[in-house]
């Protein structure tokens, strides 16, 4: 997947229906695991729509509501959130617990590459 234009420049929202797709279709992909109620994931929410545009043809982000897709988050074994998962080629190499800067976060990403 070479062609930038391929890769979004904003977070997906993902599903239980759409989530094994969305993981093998990208070789480095960010799931951010939130619910509306939760004020840390709010917060977090616009510094992964500005990491996604930052890293656009590089990471994908998505965004996975824990309320409404419980099969994914029992999948993965989601029980704090925020919550990202760090998938590469497919396979699951990470979490990410807590808000945090954007800095702090792209370092924790890289860490999984």
Not at 2 to 31: C, G, H, Q, R
Not at 58 to 63: A, C, E, L, P, R
Not at 88 to 94: A, C, F, I, S
């Amino acid at each position: 997947m070479d062609n930038k234009n391929e890769m979004p420049d904003t977070p997906l929202v993902l599903t239980d229906s759409n989530i094994d797709a969305t993981i093998s279709k990208y070789p480095l992909l960010v799931v951010d695991c939130w619910a509306q109620w939760c004020g840390p994931c709010r917060m977090l929410g616009p510094i992964i729509e500005n990491l996604a545009k930052k890293h656009q043809g590089d990471i994908v982000f998505g965004k996975l509501d824990v309320d409404t897709n419980p099969a994914t988050a029992s999948k993965y074994g989601i029980r704090t959130i925020p919550n990202l998962i760090v998938f590469k080629n497919g396979v699951k190499t990470g979490d990410i617990i807590g808000a945090m800067p954007e800095a702090m976060l792209i370092t924790e990403i890289n860490k999984y590459r």
